[in-house]
C-alpha cells in the first residue's frame, strides 16, 4: 500500500476489477445484445416474420384499429421498418386512464397486425430482447432501485479500474500492439492490455456514459441545491413538453381515409412516414399526428421528438408542422448528449450498429480477460499445491459468469423455439429456463476441475449456439434457407451471428482443450517481476 | 499481497471507506456547489456540475488510494468537502 | 462500402505504426531498421488514419464520423494485435491487400 503510485493503482485495479468483474461481465454481454433488442424479439416472434409491408398497411392499420378498438381514446400505429416487418397496434381504451404501476403514462392495450393482410397477429408470449435488454442496467426480479444502484455501483468500480488501469499500465504505448501468446499469465496480461488499451475510447465512453444515463439518480444533489429540492421545476425546465391535455371526447364522426395525409407527411419531410397517432378517434375532434423518422444529431436532445404534422381527424385540415430545432446546449450538455446517443445508439444507420455490437465483444473480453488473468496469476503462483478454496470459488465463479451466462443466454433463444406456443406463463418459462441453465453451470463450474469444467462448459455453449441456426429450420419457415429471413435482415443477421459465435466459442474450446506442449518453462521464473506491476 | 499486515488492512479499510463514501460525500457537495456556484444558467449550470460529478468521484477514488498516508487521504477528501459544503451553503439556491 | 475502405486503411494505419515500432519491424520484415525508417512508417501510419478519418467522414456526419474512428481503428487492431505473433506475413501482406481490394470495391460501387 505505501509503495508507488503504480503499485496502490494495480492493488486498486485488481480488487475493484475482480470484486464486479462478474456483475460487469453480465452487463456487458447482456448490454451488447441490446444493440439488437428489435432484432432478438422479432427472431423470437416467428409468427410476425411473413409479414410484408405494402401500399394499403395504413389503410389497412385504420381499419383494423377502427374494427378492433372504435371507441378507444386515442390510437398509435407503428409502421413496419427495417427492423420489424409488422404494423404494431396500440391504444387507450375508452374510460378512465389508469397509471401505470410506478409512475409515467398507461401504454394501454397493443397489437399486432400483418402488414400485407390486416390480420391481427398473435405471437408467442416472450420477452424477447427486452428481457436481456431490461438485465442490462436493473437485473431481474430485483426490486428496481437496488439493481439500478447495484449496477451504477459496479460501473462506477469499472470507471475507476479504467482509470487505475491506465496509471497500472508501464508501457501503454510501446506495448500498444504487444501479445505475447502461450506464455500463460503473461499472455493474458497481454491480451487484457491490448483489449482495454486499444478499445479504451469505447470503454470510457460506455462506462462514463452508463453513469451519466443514471445521473440524476446518481447525482441529484446538484438538481436539490440550485432549484431548492424542486426537481420538478428542474425536468420542466431541461426537457419542456406540451402540456395541452386532451379535451373529452366530441361527437361521433367520420375520419378522412389516412393515406394521403401520410403522403402529405411524407412529402412535406422527404421521408417514410413511421408512426401515426390519434386522438379521440372517430370523433369531430380527431387529432391525428403523422410522423417521420429522424435521426438525432450527435450531440442533439434526446427528446427531440420526430418531424410532425397534426391533422384535424373529420376535415383532413393541416393544424400544425412540427419540426424540431435544436436547442441551444451547454458544452457539458453536449457532453452528455454525445455520449448518452453513442451508449444507446440512437442512430438509424446499421453499420453504426454492427461496429458497436462488434466494440461490445471487444469490451466483454476485457472484461472476462482481466478476471481470467487474476486466476492464472493465482494458479502459478501455487506451484503445484493444490488450489484453495478461494482460488476455486473465484474460477467457478468465473465460468459461470462467461461460459454459464453465454449457456443461459443460448438456452434461452432455443427455449423460445422449443416450449411450445401456447404455454401457459410462456415467457417465464423461458426466463426459467435462462436463470436454471446459469445456475447448473455455476454449481457445475464450482464442482469440476479447473481445466475440464472450462473445457465441459465450452463444448456445451459450441454446441448449443451452432445449433440454433438448425433449430431454427426445424421449427420456423423464416430461417437461413428462406426467403423470409434474408429479406428481412435481422432474421438470416441473427442466424449468422449465432454461427459465427458458436465458431468462436468452438475456437476456445479448441485452444483450451488442446495439450499444452512447453508446460513448464524455466523463463517463467522472471514472469513475476515483469507483471508485477500489473496483474 | 495475501500477506497484509493488520496495520496494511486496516488502512485498506479505512481508505476504502474514505474513497467510496468521503468520494461520494465529496463529489455531490461539489455538483452542489458548482450548480450554484457556476455563472451560467441554472440548468446549465446543473447539468455541467452533474456531468463532472462523476469525474470528480473517480479522482477521489483514486487519490484515496494513492496518498502516501492514510491521514493525507482522508484530508485531501474531507477538507474540500468542507470548503464546497460551505460555498453551498454561503451561495444558497440560485433563484 | 466506403465503410470497408475505412476499416482497411486503418488497418494498413495501424501496422505502418506497428512498422514504425523497433520490435514489431523485426518482427513483421526481419531487419533492423533505421531511424529513418521507423519515422517515416510511423508518418504514413498517422497520415493513412487521417484518410479512415476522411473515409468516415464520408460515411456519416461529422460528430458521428469523428466518434466513430475510434470504433474503427478499435475493431481493425484487435485482429492485427492477434496476427503478429501468430501470422506476422499475413499481417504484412493484408496491409497492402486490404486497401486494394476494398478501394475496388469502393470504385466498383461508385461507378
Known amino acids: 500500500m505505501n509503495g508507488s503510485l503504480r503499485q496502490s493503482m494495480a492493488w486498486l485495479h485488481t480488487w475493484s476489477g475482480l470484486l464486479l468483474g462478474w456483475l460487469l461481465v453480465a452487463v456487458f454481454v447482456t448490454g451488447t445484445s441490446a444493440y439488437y433488442r428489435e432484432e432478438i424479439s422479432l427472431w423470437m416472434e416467428p409468427e410476425l416474420h411473413q409479414s410484408t409491408a405494402s401500399d394499403d398497411t395504413m389503410d389497412l392499420a385504420w381499419q383494423t384499429l377502427g374494427r378492433i378498438a372504435p371507441e378507444a381514446r386515442s390510437w398509435d400505429i407503428s409502421l413496419p421498418d427495417a427492423r420489424n416487418p409488422a404494423v404494431q397496434l396500440r391504444w387507450q381504451p375508452a374510460g378512465e386512464e389508469q397509471p401505470r404501476q410506478g409512475g409515467g403514462r398507461n401504454r394501454g392495450e397493443q397489437a399486432w397486425m400483418d402488414a400485407g393482410s390486416g390480420e391481427v397477429l398473435t405471437p408467442r408470449e416472450t420477452r424477447g430482447g427486452h428481457f436481456l435488454y431490461r438485465f442490462h442496467f436493473e437485473l431481474y426480479g430485483v426490486p428496481r432501485l437496488w439493481a439500478r444502484w447495484l449496477i451504477c455501483v459496479a460501473t462506477m468500480f469499472m470507471l475507476v479500474a479504467i482509470i487505475s488501469g491506465v496509471i497500472t499500465h508501464k508501457k501503454i504505448f510501446k506495448d500498444f500492439f504487444t501479445f505475447r501468446p502461450g506464455k500463460g499469465q503473461r499472455s493474458w496480461l497481454d491480451a487484457h492490455n491490448a483489449s482495454a488499451v486499444l478499445a479504451l475510447p469505447f470503454h470510457f465512453m460506455i462506462t462514463y456514459s452508463g453513469l451519466l444515463l443514471f445521473m440524476v439518480m446518481l447525482m441529484p444533489w446538484g438538481i436539490d441545491a440550485a432549484y431548492d429540492g424542486d426537481r420538478r421545476a428542474f425536468f420542466d425546465e431541461a426537457f419542456p413538453r406540451s402540456t395541452e391535455a386532451p379535451g373529452p371526447a366530441g361527437e361521433p364522426a367520420d375520419m378522412v381515409a389516412i393515406g394521403p395525409l401520410a403522403a402529405a407527411t411524407a412529402a412535406r419531410f422527404e421521408r417514410p412516414v413511421s408512426r401515426i397517432e390519434v386522438q379521440h378517434p372517430n370523433r369531430e375532434n380527431a387529432r391525428i399526428r403523422i410522423s417521420v423518422e429522424q435521426d438525432v444529431a450527435i450531440s442533439g436532445r434526446r427528446r427531440g421528438g420526430s418531424p410532425t404534422q397534426v391533422f384535424q381527424g373529420s376535415s383532413g385540415d393541416l393544424l400544425e408542422t412540427i419540426e424540431p430545432r435544436e436547442a441551444p446546449t451547454p458544452l457539458m450538455g453536449k457532453v452528455y448528449n454525445v455520449m448518452t446517443n453513442l451508449h444507446l445508439v440512437r442512430f438509424a444507420d446499421p453499420l453504426v450498429r454492427l461496429l458497436f455490437f462488434f466494440s461490445g465483444l471487444a469490451g466483454s473480453a476485457m472484461v472476462a480477460t482481466g478476471m481470467l488473468l487474476w486466476v492464472s496469476k493465482r494458479t502459478q503462483q501455487l506451484r503445484r499445491q493444490q488450489p484453495g478454496a478461494a482460488l476455486k470459488l473465484v474460477n467457478g465463479l468465473n465460468m459461470a459468469s462467461i461460459t454459464g451466462l453465454l449457456a443461459a443466454i443460448g438456452a434461452y433463444f432455443a427455449a423460445n423455439r422449443v416450449l411450445p406456443a401456447t404455454l401457459a406463463e410462456r415467457s417465464s418459462w423461458e426466463i426459467r429456463v435462462f436463470f436454471l441453465v446459469w445456475l447448473t453451470s455455476l454449481v457445475h463450474g464450482l464442482l469440476r476441475p479447473h481445466r475440464r469444467g472450462w473445457i465441459e462448459q465450452l463444448a456445451v455453449i459450441t454446441v448449443l449456439w451452432l445449433a440454433l441456426p438448425f433449430l431454427d429450420m426445424v421449427t420456423t419457415d423464416s430461417h437461413l434457407f428462406s426467403a423470409a429471413a434474408w429479406r428481412l435482415g435481422a432474421l438470416a443477421g441473427f442466424d449468422l451471428i449465432c454461427l459465427l459465435l458458436g465458431a468462436l466459442w468452438g475456437y476456445a474450446l479448441w485452444r483450451v482443450a488442446k495439450p499444452k506442449p512447453d508446460k513448464r518453462k524455466p523463463a517463467r521464473a522472471r514472469e513475476p517481476a515483469l507483471a508485477e506491476g500489473n496483474a | ?95 | 462500402m466506403t465503410v470497408l475502405l475505412a476499416l482497411a486503411l486503418g488497418y494498413t494505419g495501424l501496422t505502418c505504426l506497428a512498422l514504425g515500432m523497433k520490435r514489431h519491424h523485426q518482427e513483421l520484415l526481419g531487419r533492423k531498421p533505421t531511424e529513418a525508417r521507423l519515422r517515416l512508417f510511423k508518418t504514413i501510419g498517422w497520415l493513412l488514419l487521417l484518410a479512415t478519418t476522411a473515409a468516415c467522414l464520408m460515411l456519416w456526419p461529422l460528430g458521428l464520423a469523428l466518434s466513430m474512428v475510434p470504433v474503427l481503428v478499435t475493431l481493425v487492431g484487435l485482429p492485427l494485435i492477434f496476427l503478429l505473433p501468430y501470422q506476422p506475413t499475413l499481417a504484412r501482406h493484408l496491409a497492402w491487400a486490404l486497401p486494394l481490394v476494398a478501394g475496388g470495391l469502393a470504385v466498383a460501387g461508385l461507378g
Do not use: E, H
Not at chain 2, 22 to 30: D, F, K
Not at chain 2, 41 to 55: N, Q
Not at chain 2, 56 to 71: D, G, K, Q
Open chain 2, 1 to 95: 499481497m495475501s500477506q497484509l499486515k493488520n496495520a496494511t488492512r486496516l488502512s485498506v479499510a479505512s481508505r476504502a471507506i474514505a474513497a467510496v463514501l468521503g468520494g461520494y460525500a465529496l463529489s455531490a457537495t461539489a455538483t452542489a456547489a458548482l450548480s450554484v456556484g457556476l455563472p451560467m444558467s441554472r440548468m446549465d449550470a446543473v447539468i455541467t456540475a452533474s456531468v463532472l460529478s462523476f469525474l470528480i468521484y473517480s479522482v477521489a477514488v483514486i487519490w484515496a488510494f494513492a496518498c502516501a498516508t492514510t491521514a493525507r487521504a482522508w484530508a485531501g477528501i474531507a477538507i474540500p468537502t468542507l470548503l464546497c459544503g460551505a460555498l453551498v451553503w454561503l451561495l444558497g439556491p440560485a433563484s
